[in-house]
Structure formats: structure tokens, C-alpha cells
């Protein structure tokens, strides 16, 4: 018999207190989990402060363009590289386009994809994982030695090979596509990694033991224990997402005029540094905002479902 | 230990040849040479297109397998990379930039490893005390900026201190404009051009350091041992110093292994806003001139570096943690 | 606070007390030769926690004379080791420590962290629980030893690495010389702690703390672990804090003892009279509570109801009180102090009807009302005509085994599982006995995965395993079922109750009704309230959640039910409810148990029949009697004399088989005997007579004892008087 106390944290004691507290108690509801993650959660100034950000970018972004009687792709001919005024909020490039209209756009186009290719990543990493995990012998070999594969060549490089060839306006279509394709091979062998630890649980053995069929374990046992990594994967995957979409486009190998993104818009910016700052700072303004802002939630999300997570490292 | 290490490597070469036979396919397939040519103007007769892409054998027309067989007995037989789509050779190419990525880049790492792993520390046996969140949250800024952003950002500084003081402090483009040969004034320029990109990339690495670090350095800082040499008699920074700081830097050295390869692919975004000719943008300019061999080239160049990492890292975990080291 | 020693000639009239007592606090006595060097008095401790104030230690105070040990017991949660890591000042920040600690007259609590650890590891020093953990992966044992000798002597680098060696010598490592530059990983866990254990006396200390210092090693590790701290006691003339859970390790090693329950002292005495005669209900509950590896006959064990209290809000009044059969009105309005016991030299006990208890000469048996044991319907049938519910022969499992993580390649085989031959029968229990590293869970996870085996066959009903069919194997699953070790991870922690109970009717197809019934049905049999079944398992005790995962296995009516290591996660309180609970569930339901344990006292309580493994391999078979009686093989006769009993004049009496070294790699290829390398009976043999230990491989040979089929594979096994002198005494 372990003697627990020896190794008790006050936040261990705390807890294990609790159950204890608990066990004595009153009938306690059944579903206490939603509401005990949503009080963590909002407890967090910051990540509070995160959602009413993001919320707050959604709606710009949503409904930004009615603030503005000047459309992305209408440049103001008679006001070239102008500085923010009441005609035009945060002034105009060189070619006349709308600051303002064009962060809107861009805004949309960068969430857009960066939520778009951030679920797709956790699907195909949640599938690719979870099946080198569970097929032993010859496949999980195979499996990973692909996944290794994949993980030579940095992705970004890929990345670029395959967006090169799409341009107009289904770019970001495709953009999404590339990001997906090459950003889950990391994701995938975390997951697998999960997957092998949660498969040695004494209470999926147990079920095994039982006659439980797999489906049903990886179904009832599994995926609920892998799903809190899921969502927080999820939502801190936006922020890379976002980024790879920033850096490609900003490159000039991502999203191409007529569309924009805010990485064009920061490219745009790039080349008028000295003249004209204002093209360069509002599109990275809401950038920060949109990334800091998903970042906060994700982190206050690990904490409240994962209160013994370590947040902060690599995964 | 030499048959182990033979056999990672045989593994290695594998690895990397199927990945980048497979980023040969991908370029080939994704990437259009023809193009370049089709947007001029005028657009050139289709015969002498035909015959400056079958030069440099990049020609969509002729069957891919050929290409790649050609393209693949000409690196091994001949060590040569292949022509760009203006029929330069890129394996010169790239070799030639690796240099200048090389003269940005480890600065950068040096400082970053050390400022980093340092502010990790500090900020682990500060935990949840006032400095370990001011840092905690300048680095979750900083983790999550944009690099674009953030360079950009530098920039702007850098032009407005420039303006304040009346003359050039920073360059914001290149790494060299001294002319003289003199070790003194070039070794001044070449700091007055080096700052703002190390700056920038110092910071971004910067951060993951500080943030691992402090990770790994919180898990060992509660183990058991660290309490036994507390009872030997070690005060508590001083055990958390000798003890728990040695066993969380193994992980930390584990990854510096990992960018050491990094140093010499460049960084991408920061050399193309700083303008510096590094293997990093010459990669943007590939892919921008559908330059199938030079992107595989970078690529290729790439994957051994990383691979040259992970075995980097291998060693040294084996050097460092007597448990791998003896089993 | 009392911190004055009054004089007082009443107990002993020459004034001097015999030396080397361990004072109770305040009582009242003083010696005027030997001070006492540690002297805690009134000690308070509460930290700071989500769920309020945790007050951890509620006013301890004991003395410790040089060169005695005071055991301090209690169970999980009772603040003894809080109360060790306070002495030594290792607690967390948070925590607030009032009252006074004194080591030879210097206060110690208000010192800074560096004064501290001028003491600590010089005049006081501590030996923690897991040894696996507890030392530097990185630094060599050398190098750790000499920190230690360092950080307090000024010593020439020769002058320290002669030091360590000697130490190493003292607390019995081969090879010191050469181990110091081993590292830790390098060690097995029971040399770690003897590298733990020469740390600690590196400098001499006056007082060595020992916070469960053997509740990690396995039996014959933790005999060899106390008699290296005996020794190291009697080397540096320390005075030693034991703390343990374990009755047995106090009744051998303590010269007083102190139990602990919330936080509190509620006895302290001379071991023999703790032992002999506890004044407290709750030191008696505990006494009754544990199983005796001495005591043949099935004596039912007193479990104490409830559990302890958080310590968060306790309740007004005596913290036993809830579990208390003598409980009154009145030990519910204030908490008791400790006080003597009156008539008792030394004796003190915090209760209010400790008077009455002393007067009328109260024992366990008149406090705790004692259940009847449920009737089986099997008595009467004799084992050779009641059916084979499980049969194993010549089970073998071997597992490839590789290297390191930097070379990695094929080491060899680890022949986990060897050769193994039982056969379990309707409604008897076959306890599967041995250390860790024995194969008694790999045997077991084989048999439950209903797969053919390596190597031998596994029959379950008379079904041989390799010809079974799917549809077979799935309906077998139904009379198979597994209890584990650990209740806190064996059940979801996202599932209510009944959906835990419900799973396994759910594989078998039962009606949405039926289920319902049958799960209030299980909840009653288990002794738990059916209204909680929408509880999650964390809302349970151990011992309550353990009764859950009983009843899960239970729910389709198994024939069989594999039990792996069920109650040694448990409280000893505790345990006793779970361990009479499944002797009745196998009474009412003719039920066959396989039971893998390494504690010996429960198996000889509720086994009848018992396989002792070493190695992958069964050494000894029979009825539980004879092997604990007349055990055949050495290793069974040394594992039975390494438990420590939990009294302490057996203890002092008997005679020890203590094992020498640790058990071989399981990688190791071993051509004769595997018990040869550590076995006292073949070192005692001339060298030709050795050579067939060292050569053939014995096989386990039944029949030698006339009409029994108890075997051992020994090439000379024990007679039965021979085995009679160290075996374990019987005061029955």
C-alpha cells in the first residue's frame, strides 16, 4: 500500500479532499462536468477577455464591409496612399484599395481558413494516430515509418509547392488544402502517442476482459478521454493555421489579388514601410488580436478540462 | 555503438531518399515551368519553350518517370542537382547561399538557446510570482505574432530610431554594404546589418526555449530527488540548481541538437524582409519561377539537415543521460 | 504548549526512568542523564486548498531519546508523514507549521531555509518512501554520497570516496569500491534504498526519520532494507522515527509507538503493551482489522466502519466517533486530549471512556461485534469432486526483450511466464503468491485473454482456449471475470455507476429491465446504498469504489473471478470490509477465486489453496495450510519468514531467513534451479551436492508428503522439521 501523503501537493490534497467532501455529501448531479469546465474556464480574465476579442473580430469581419461604402476590390482612384481619414478609417494603398475594406476581407479570409484547415488537421491526425495505435505489428510499423517520412522535408516548403499552382479566387481553397495536407503528420503522432497510454488503461482492459467489443471501448472509453485533447488541438491549431496561411501569403506564394488575405495586405505594406505605415499596421493589428485572442482561449480551455496539464511546452 | 550508429544512418538515407522522391513528384506535379513563359510578351514560340524546359529537364510534356530517372542517376552519378528554369545550375545555387544563411542565422540560435533557456529557468522557480507571469505573457504574445508581423514591426522601429538620431544606426536590407577591406569597419557594418534580423529571430525562438524550459524544468523541480537532496542538506535553490536544472536541460539539449541542423536552411520570412540572399529566400524565389529543381534541391538539403539533427540529438541524449548511455 | 519536564519520582522511585525511553510528551518525567534529542511539542500543520483548510497535524508532541525508535502509525491521510516532513522542514511553502520542534534544545521551526539545512542530512536525515525516485538519475552514487559527506565535512577527496566505500560496505552493496561509479537506474530498488539509507547516516546523524522506508520493496527486500537500518542504528547510535501503515514492521523495529488518526495522536505506548493491550477503540479496530500470516484458523477480521474524516471540516468532538462502536453522546461535544491511561505505566490514549475500557479489561473482540461468516454450500464437498473451473498447464510466455533507448537491439528473452501448471475448482480460492517480478500478472493477463497461449494450455470449464471458436470465446468471457489492483483506475472516471455496472450486462444482452434490477441487485450485495448509482467513481472511498469494481465482475454471474492484488491499495481499516465481503460473495455464490497477492497474511486468511511463484515459475503448491505450516520449498520458508508479524514478542523471538542479494535479471539464462543463486539451503550444501541445483532443473514433485498433493520443485526440499524452526511461530 502507497502512502499517498507523502507525495501530496496542497493542490493534490486539495483535490483528493474534495472527493472526499464529495463522497459524503448529498445526491451530487449528474452532469457537473460542462459547468465545472465553463466556471474554470471563466474564470480566466484572460481567456474571457479572449472570447469577447474573438467575438469581436468574428462580428468585423462578418459585418465590417457595411462600415465601409468602398469595396476591397474598388480602389479610390483619387486618393492613392493616402493616410487614415474619416473618408477612408485606416487610409489606402498605393493603388487606391480601402485599408479598412481590404482587413475585412481579410480578416474573414484568414479565419476562414485558419479554422477550416485546423479541423480538417484534427480529423485526419485524429484518424491517422488513433489507427497506427490500434493496429499493431506490421501496420503501425509501416505507419510510422511513413509518418517519420513525412516529417523529413519541413512542411512549410510543401506547403508552398502545392499552393504555387492555385491562384484566383479559389486560392484560399486551395491554400486550406495544402495547409491540411502537410500540418497534420505532427499532430498525428501525438495523438498516436495518447492513444498508446490511454490503450493500457486499467479500465479499457477491464472492458476488453468483459467481452466489451473495440468499437464500442474506443468509442465509450476512448474518444471522450482523447477528446478534450481534441478541442484544445483544435483551437490552438487556428493559431498555426493562421500563421502558415500570414507567412505563405506574405511570401507572395499564398493568396493572390484580386483576393486577399492579411498576409497580402502585410506584403503590400511591406514594400510602402517608409512611406506610407499605415497600409502595414492594421492588417497586423488584427492579427495579433485574432491569434493572441484564439491562443488565450485555447490555453484557458486546457487549463479548465486539463487542470494538471503543463501548459506552455511542446507537444 | 559504430554498427548502431551504421544502421540509423542506412535507415536515415532511406528515409530521406523516399522523401525526397516524393517532393520530387509533388513539385513536378504542382509546379508549372511553363507558365513563366506563357505570361510573357510576346508569348515565345512553343518549340523553343519545349527545348528550354527539356534542357533543363523540367518539360511537362515528357513522361515524369523519365524526368525523374534522369534527375536521379544525374545526382548520383554526377552529383548534379539539375538547371533552373533559366538554366542555371541550382546545386551551386544553393550551396552558394547556405553561406549567408549560415552568417544570419547562428548568432541568432546562440542567443536564443541562451536567452531563452535562461529566462526559463528564472521564470520556473518563479512560478505564478509576478516575473513568471509578465514573462509567461510576453511570451505568449510573442509565441503567437506572426513573424511577418513581428519583422515588420522591427522595421518600423528600427526607421523611426534611425529618423530620431539623424543618421543610419540599423540597415533594414542585406548583410553587407562596406566596401574596404578592413576587419574593423566591415566587422561594424556587419553588426549595423545583423541586429534587426537577429533580433527578430532571436525572439521567436527565443520564446519556445523559455516556455520548454520552464516546463521541463517545473516536472523535475517536485521530484522525489530533489527532496533527498534537500534532506542531504542542500538548500532549496541550490538543490533545484544542481539537481533539477541538470536532469531538465537533457530535454532542452535534445532540441538544440534539433536547430543546430536549422542553422544552416535560413529562415524564410526574415530574409525576405531584411532582403539577405540566404538559402531561405532563394527557396521563395524557386517556387516563384516554378524552379522544380532548385525547390527539390532546397528540400532535399533540408530533409538531411534534419535528419543530421536527429541523430545530433540521438548522440547527445546518449552522452548526457547516463540511463540511455549504460543500458 | 507545555515545554516544561516536571520532575515526578511516581513511576520510578530511584527518579531515573530505564534508559533510552522515549518520553510522552508532557508526562511529567524528566531524565536528568540522557536529554531527549528531538522533542516536538503541540505541532500544528494546515495548508491552503480549493476546498478550504486542510489541518493536516492537530497537536503532536512526543520526545525521542538517543538510540530508540518510536513508530509512528497510521493510515493514509492521518498526517504522519506530514508530521516527518515538518520536522525536517520540507514541506511545502504554503504550509503553516506552529508549535515547536526542538533537536538537542535548538528550536528548529522559524529557521530560514539555509539554517535549516545546516541540520538537515548533519544531525538529523531522512529516508523516503520510494527509493525508485528518490535519487538523482543523473549522478552517479558516488557522486551523491559525496555531496552528501561534503555539504558537512571538510574531507580530502580520498578521505570521502574511503568514507563512501565504507558506507556502501555498512549497508551491504557488493563491490562498494567499484558501485560508486554506478548509477542509480543501475540499482535494484532495494539497493537504492540501502544507497538511501548510507546517505542518510553519511554524517552521523543523531535522529533518522524513516517515512515508510519499505512500503516499495517486496517482502524478503523489505526484511533485508530493516536490518540494514537496525544496523545503521546501531552504527551511528541515532534515534529513529519510523512511520509506517504497516503493524508488522512497527511491532519488529519500534520501541514505542505513536498512532495517528486525523491528524492527530490518539495512543502512544511501549510497543508490547500497545500491542498487548491498546486502550484506544481505534488502535484495537486496527489490530483486529489485519489479516495474521500466523493464524491458521479463519478467524473472521473486524473491519471498522466508515471512513476517516476530511480534514477540511472535521466534526465537533472525538474524529473517530462515526466509526466508533463505544460512541457516546459525549465524545461528540469535545475532541478528547491524549491522556494516561490510568494503571498503565506510560500509556496514554485520547478517549473518554478509556477508564471503563481499562477497567473491564476490554479487548477487540468485546468492542467490535464480530459478523457471522456467510455458510457455503461447497463445504461439505471435497476439492477432488467439485469441478475444474480453470485449468493451466505448462502455461509459457516469453517476451522479446530490447535495450536502451539510444541501442537499441535484442537483449535476449525475459521468460516472464515459464512453465506454469494449476488448476483452480468450483468455489475454492487459489492465491497466486510472489514478488514483483514473479509472473503472476503476466500469468493471469494470459488467462484472461482467453487467447491460446504461447506455450502450455489454458482450460477454462473444460474448454481448451486454442480450439475455441469466437462466438465460444465471447460467451466464455461471461463466466471469466477480472478485479483489479488499483478501483481508482480501473473504472472510467467519466461514467456514472450504472453505466460502469451496466457495461458488462450490456455485452451479454440484457434487457433494459433486467439490467435496472440486477443492478440494485449488485449494489446491495456489495454493501453499498443502490441510490448512488448516479455518482461517478471519484465520489466513492477506495474501499467503496473497490466493492464497485466487485461488483462489475460479479454482474454476469462468472464462475471464476481473477483478483489481482485486490486490497493492497486499501487502508488496513479498510481492507478487512473488502476481504470478508469476498468470502461471503463466494459462500452465497459458489464463486471460484484466483487470487494474486504478495501479501501473505491475506492470502493465508482467505486462500484455500496457495501457488508460490518465483521467477516465472510455480516453486510450491498445496493447501494453504501446509505451505504456510510446512512450507518444502526455501523460497516459500523465506518469503514466510521475512512478513513481519504484528506483534511484537513473536517478532523479538523468532528467527529470519533473510534472503541474500536480489533476484536475478528475468533476461538472465538460468540452467539449473532459478532459486539457486539466492538459496540458503543449497549454500549450506557440500559441493558436489550442489551441482545438481546448479544443472537440472527441479520440477515441482507432488506426492512426497503421503496422500496431499503438496509439491515443491526443489532437488532437496524442506522436512517438515526443519522448515518447523524459522517457519512463522504460531502462539495458536
Redesign the interface.
Request: charged letters at 15%.
Given at each position: 500500500?502507497?502512502?499517498?501523503?507523502?507525495?501530496?501537493?496542497?493542490?493534490q490534497?486539495?483535490?483528493?479532499?474534495?472527493?472526499?467532501?464529495?463522497?459524503?455529501g448529498e445526491?451530487?448531479r449528474?452532469t457537473g462536468?460542462l459547468a465545472l469546465y465553463t466556471r474554470r474556464f471563466l474564470r480566466r480574465p484572460s481567456a474571457v477577455a479572449g472570447v469577447v476579442v474573438l467575438a469581436l473580430l468574428v462580428l468585423f469581419a462578418l459585418f465590417g464591409d457595411s462600415l465601409t461604402r468602398w469595396g476591397y476590390d474598388e480602389p479610390d482612384f483619387l486618393s492613392l496612399a493616402s493616410p487614415p481619414s474619416g473618408e477612408h478609417l485606416f487610409g489606402t494603398t498605393q493603388g487606391g484599395s480601402d485599408v479598412f475594406a481590404l482587413v475585412v476581407r481579410g480578416l474573414g479570409r484568414s479565419l476562414m481558413i485558419g479554422i477550416l484547415s485546423s479541423l480538417a488537421i484534427t480529423l485526419v491526425a485524429a484518424v491517422v494516430g488513433t489507427a497506427v495505435a490500434f493496429f499493431e505489428g506490421w501496420v503501425e510499423k509501416v505507419g510510422m515509418?511513413i509518418l517519420?517520412?513525412?516529417?523529413?522535408?519541413?512542411s512549410?516548403?510543401?506547403i508552398?509547392?502545392?499552393v504555387?499552382?492555385s491562384s484566383g479566387t479559389s486560392g484560399w481553397l486551395w491554400l486550406t488544402l495544402g495547409i491540411t495536407a502537410f500540418g497534420w503528420v505532427g499532430y498525428a503522432r501525438v495523438l498516436r502517442t495518447l492513444t498508446l497510454s490511454l490503450r493500457e488503461?486499467?479500465?479499457v482492459?477491464?472492458?476488453r476482459?468483459?467481452?466489451?467489443?473495440s468499437f464500442t471501448i474506443i468509442w465509450?472509453?476512448l474518444i471522450?478521454?482523447l477528446g478534450s485533447v481534441l478541442i484544445i488541438q483544435t483551437v490552438l491549431g487556428v493559431?498555426t493555421a493562421?500563421?502558415s496561411e500570414?507567412?505563405l501569403s506574405?511570401?507572395?506564394?499564398g493568396i493572390k489579388a484580386p483576393d486577399t488575405s492579411l498576409?497580402t495586405i502585410?506584403q503590400m505594406?511591406?514594400g510602402v514601410?517608409?512611406t506610407s505605415?499605415w497600409v502595414?499596421l492594421a492588417p497586423?493589428v488584427a492579427?495579433?488580436l485574432l491569434?493572441?485572442s484564439?491562443?488565450?482561449i485555447g490555453?484557458g480551455l486546457r487549463d479548465a478540462i486539463d487542470p494538471h496539464s503543463?501548459s506552455?511546452?511542446?507537444a | 555503438m559504430v554498427r548502431f550508429l551504421v544502421r540509423r544512418l542506412a535507415n536515415y538515407v532511406v528515409l530521406l531518399f523516399v522523401a525526397v522522391s516524393f517532393t520530387y513528384f509533388v513539385a513536378s506535379y504542382f509546379m508549372d515551368p511553363r507558365s513563366n513563359y506563357l505570361s510573357r510578351h510576346p508569348i515565345p514560340p512553343k518549340a523553343s519553350i519545349d527545348l528550354s524546359l527539356t534542357a533543363a529537364n523540367i518539360n511537362d510534356e515528357d513522361p515524369l518517370l523519365g524526368r525523374y530517372w534522369r534527375w536521379l542517376t544525374n545526382i548520383v552519378l554526377h552529383w548534379n542537382w539539375g538547371l533552373s528554369p533559366d538554366q542555371d545550375p541550382v546545386g551551386a545555387a544553393v550551396s552558394g547561399r547556405i553561406g549567408a544563411s549560415l552568417q544570419l542565422v547562428t548568432l541568432a540560435t546562440i542567443l536564443s538557446i541562451v536567452v531563452g533557456v535562461a529566462i526559463g529557468v528564472f521564470t520556473a522557480i518563479r512560478q505564478y510570482r509576478w516575473q513568471d507571469r509578465v514573462l509567461g505573457g510576453l511570451a505568449t504574445f510573442f509565441l503567437v505574432i506572426p513573424t511577418a508581423v513581428l519583422a515588420l514591426f522591427v522595421v518600423l522601429g528600427a526607421i523611426w530610431i534611425n529618423k530620431g538620431l539623424g543618421f543610419r544606426l540599423f540597415y533594414v536590407t542585406g548583410l553587407h554594404s562596406y566596401e574596404g577591406s578592413q576587419f574593423g569597419p566591415w566587422l561594424l557594418d556587419f553588426l549595423q546589418h545583423l541586429v534587426l534580423p537577429t533580433i527578430v529571430l532571436t525572439i521567436i525562438s527565443a520564446v519556445t526555449y523559455h516556455l520548454t524550459q520552464r516546463t521541463y524544468l517545473l516536472d523535475t523541480m517536485n521530484a522525489d530527488y530533489v527532496r533527498t537532496a534537500r534532506a542531504k542538506g542542500l538548500p532549496l535553490n541550490k538543490a533545484i540548481r544542481k539537481h533539477a536544472l541538470r536532469t531538465s536541460l537533457i530535454p532542452t539539449a535534445v532540441n538544440v541538437a534539433f536547430s543546430i541542423a536549422s542553422v544552416f536552411t535560413g529562415a524564410v520570412i526574415t530574409e525576405s524582409v531584411f532582403a539577405i540572399n540566404g538559402l531561405g529566400r532563394y527557396f521563395v524565389t524557386t517556387i516563384q519561377q516554378n524552379d522544380i529543381n532548385g525547390a527539390v534541391c532546397i528540400a532535399a538539403f533540408a530533409g538531411a539537415c534534419t535528419l543530421a539533427g536527429a541523430l545530433l540529438a540521438d548522440v547527445v541524449v546518449a552522452w548526457l543521460d547516463p540511463r540511455v548511455r549504460l543500458s | 504548549m507545555t515545554d516544561q519536564i516536571l520532575t515526578t519520582t511516581g513511576d520510578h522511585p530511584d527518579g531515573t526512568p530505564p534508559e533510552g525511553l522515549v518520553l510522552p510528551a508532557g508526562a511529567g518525567r524528566l531524565t536528568p542523564a540522557t536529554e531527549p534529542v528531538l522533542s516536538v511539542r503541540d505541532l500544528h500543520v494546515s495548508f491552503a486548498s480549493e476546498a478550504g483548510t486542510v489541518r493536516a497535524v492537530r497537536g503532536v508532541s512526543f520526545d525521542l531519546l538517543p538510540a530508540r525508535t518510536l513508530g509512528i502509525v497510521g493510515e493514509s491521510g492521518s498526517g504522519k508523514s506530514v508530521t516527518s516532513l515538518s520536522i525536517m522542514g520540507l514541506l511545502d511553502q504554503n504550509a503553516r507549521v506552529e508549535g515547536s520542534i526542538r533537536l538537542k534544545g535548538t528550536e528548529l521551526l522559524g529557521k530560514t531555509e539555509l539554517e535549516m539545512s545546516k541540520h538537515r542530512g548533519n544531525d538529523m536525515a531522512m529516508v523516503f518512501q520510494d527509493p525508485l525516485s528518490a535519487l538523482t538519475p543523473v549522478f552517479s552514487i558516488g557522486d551523491q554520497l559525496a555531496e552528501a559527506l561534503d555539504l558537512h565535512q571538510d574531507l580530502t577527496r580520498k578521505q570521502v570516496r574511503d568514507r563512501s566505500v565504507e558506507l556502501l560496505d555498512l549497508v551491504g552493496i557488493p563491490n562498494p569500491a567499484e558501485r560508486l561509479k554506478s548509477f542509480p537506474h543501475q540499482f535494484s530498488g532495494g539497493m537504492r534504498q540501502r544507497v538511501m539509507i548510507a546517505i542518510a547516516i553519511a554524517n552521523d546523524p543523531d535522529v533518522i526519520i524513516a517515512d515508510e522506508p519499505t512500503t516499495a520493496l517486496d517482502v524478503t527486500i523489505q526484511a533485508q532494507v530493516l536490518e540494514v537500518l537496525k544496523k545503521a542504528q546501531r552504527e551511528t547510535g541515532a534515534a529513529v522515527v519510523m512511520i509506517t501503515h504497516d503493524l508488522g514492521v512497527v511491532a519488529g523495529v519500534a520501541d514505542d509507538v505513536l498512532v495517528m488518526y486525523a491528524g492527530r495522536p490518539v495512543e502512544q505506548a511501549p510497543v508490547d503493551e500497545l500491542f498487548a493491550r491498546p486502550a484506544m477503540p481505534y488502535t484495537m479496530g486496527l489490530l483486529g482489522a489485519v489479516p495474521r500470516p500466523d493464524r491458521g484458523e479463519n478467524r473472521r477480521l473486524v473491519p471498522i466502519q466508515g471512513n476517516p474524516p476530511s480534514l477540511v471540516d472535521l466534526p465537533v468532538g472525538c474524529p473517530f466517533a462515526d466509526r466508533c462502536p463505544l460512541v457516546e453522546d459525549r465524545c461528540r461535544t469535545a475532541e478528547p486530549p491524549l491522556a494516561p491511561v490510568p494503571g498503565r505505566v506510560d500509556q496514554r490514549a485520547a478517549c473518554v471512556r478509556v477508564d471503563e475500557i481499562v477497567a473491564e479489561g476490554l479487548t477487540f473482540e468485546d468492542v467490535y461485534p464480530v459478523g457471522e461468516a456467510a455458510e457455503s454450500g461447497l463445504d461439505g464437498v471435497p476439492r477432488e469432486e467439485r469441478e475444474v473451473v480453470l485449468e493451466v498447464t505448462d502455461l509459457k510466455k516469453h517476451f522479446p526483450l530490447t535495450k536502451g533507448g539510444f541501442l537499441r537491439r535484442r537483449a535476449g528473452t525475459v521468460k516472464a511466464v515459464d512453465g506454469v501448471t494449476f488448476d483452480v475448482r468450483a468455489g475454492e480460492t487459489l492465491a497466486l503468491v510472489g514478488e514483483s517480478g514473479s509472473g503472476k500478472t503476466t500469468t493471469l493477463l494470459e488467462i484472461m485473454r482467453l487467447q491460446a497461449p504461447q506455450g502450455g494450455t489454458v482450460a477454462v470449464l473444460g474448454k481448451n482456449l486454442a480450439e475455441l471458436a469466437r462466438p465460444e470465446r465471447a460467451a466464455l468471457r461471461r463466466e471469466l471475470q477480472i478485479v483489479f489492483q488499483d478501483p481508482q483506475s480501473s473504472m472510467d472516471p467519466r461514467l456514472p455507476v450504472y453505466d460502469i455496472l451496466a457495461e458488462p450486462l450490456k455485452v451479454h444482452g440484457w434487457s433494459r429491465a433486467r439490467t435496472n434490477e440486477r443492478i440494485s441487485e449488485l449494489m446491495r450485495l456489495v454493501g453499498l446504498n443502490p441510490d448512488h448509482v448516479d455518482r461517478f467513481p471519484t465520489q466513492f472511498s477506495g474501499g467503496q469504489r473497490q466493492r464497485i469494481a466487485i461488483a462489475r465482475a460479479l454482474a454476469v454471474g462468472p464462475r471464476l473471478v481473477v483478483l489481482d492484488e485486490p486490497v493492497s491499495a486499501l487502508d488496513v481499516s479498510i481492507q478487512a470490509g473488502v476481504i470478508n465481503l469476498l468470502e461471503d460473495l463466494q459462500a452465497q455464490l459458489g464463486v471460484a477465486f484466483l487470487f494474486v497477492a504478495h501479501d501473505l497474511s491475506v492470502i493465508r486468511h482467505i486462500s484455500s489453496r496457495t501457488a508460490v511463484m518465483y521467477l516465472g515459475q510455480v516453486v510450491e503448491q498445496g493447501d494453504t495450510e501446509a505451505v504456510f505450516t510446512a512450507p518444502r520449498h526455501p523460497y516459500t520458508q523465506a518469503l514466510l519468514s521475512a512478513v513481519p508479524l504484528p506483534d511484537p514478542q513473536l517478532e523479538r523471538q523468532r528467527r529470519r531467513v533473510v534472503l541474500q542479494g536480489d533476484l536475478p535479471s528475468p533476461a538472465q539464462e538460468i540452467v539449473g534451479c532459478r532459486f539457486a543463486s539466492r538459496c540458503p539451503v543449497r549454500a549450506a550444501l557440500p559441493a558436489d551436492r550442489r551441482t545438481l541445483c546448479d544443472t537440472v532443473q527441479p520440477g515441482l514433485a507432488t506426492g512426497a508428503v503421503p496422500g496431499t498433493d503438496h509439491g515443491a520443485a526443489c532437488h532437496y526440499p524442506l522436512t517438515s522439521s526443519a522448515a518447523e524452526d524459522v517457519r512463522v511461530p504460531s502462539r495458536a
Open positions: 500500500m502507497a502512502d499517498p501523503e507523502l507525495s501530496v501537493t496542497t493542490a490534497m486539495g483535490k483528493d479532499l474534495a472527493h472526499d467532501v464529495g463522497s459524503t445526491q451530487v449528474r462536468r515509418w517519420d517520412m513525412l516529417l523529413v522535408i519541413p512549410f516548403l510543401l508552398a509547392m502545392i504555387r499552382s488503461l486499467d479500465y482492459h477491464a472492458a476482459f468483459m467481452g466489451v467489443r465509450r472509453h471522450p478521454n493559431v493562421v500563421n500570414t507567412a506574405f511570401l507572395g506564394l498576409g502585410l505594406g511591406q514601410v517608409q505605415p502595414l497586423a492579427l495579433i491569434t493572441l484564439v491562443q488565450l490555453d503543463r506552455g511546452g511542446k | - | -
